[in-house]
């Protein structure tokens, strides 16, 4: 039971931390991370002591990714700024952009060897860990965090996730 808490409480950490990061009108290159609203996020992002990244170029490469293609205008509409970062966690993301955060997320890291680690499920064989990573492949975890970011509901298939664990050699429901 307590490792399937901590792959929910992973996932819950995931999805918050897309949400902590969101320019000018999109399209071309990442916002500098010297702008105020990129290092406003990042900051927030690295306060976060659950985060899915420790390192601060990850998490510059990925607000300064998002803010310039969300934009800032947007941002700014949405209620987000260099003082409110917290709005972030407050948007209803529309699928486009929802998507776009995401793909930034997984352009600037390594999210499913940081998604594995965080699960914590133990001394895991290389099979064991690629079996992981198959079932928790960057398709499914995209899906997953542009529901989650759109605010659908994530169907029937997350309970079929732990079956393919169980399938890894990996029983989620130890406690």
């Not at 000018?24 to 899915?52: E, F, N």
């Not at 948007?91 to 793909?103: L, M, N, Q, T």
């Not at 198959?134 to 398709?139: A, C, N, P, T």
């Amino acid at each position: 039971m307590k490792k399937t808490l901590k792959l929910a409480a992973v996932l819950i950490s995931l999805v918050m931390f897309a949400a902590a990061c969101g320019d000018d009108d999109g399209g071309g290159s990442a916002a500098s991370a010297d702008d105020p609203l990129v290092q406003a996020i990042v900051d927030d992002i690295m306060a976060d002591s659950d985060g899915i990244t420790t390192e601060r170029a990850e998490a510059e490469c990925f607000v300064g990714n998002v803010v310039c293609d969300i934009g800032k205008d947007r941002l700014t509409a949405l209620g987000v700024s260099e003082t409110n970062v917290a709005g972030l966690d407050e948007i209803d993301w529309s699928e486009a952009e929802a998507r776009s955060v995401v793909d930034n997320m997984f352009g600037c890291m390594d999210l499913t060897d940081n998604f594995i680690d965080a699960m914590e499920l133990g001394d895991l064989d290389g099979d064991q860990r690629s079996c992981v990573s198959d079932v928790f492949s960057e398709d499914v975890l995209k899906d997953f965090f542009v529901s989650s970011l759109t605010d659908e509901e994530p169907g029937s298939e997350i309970f079929a996730l732990f079956g393919q664990l169980a399938e890894c050699g990996i029983n989620v429901f130890d406690s």
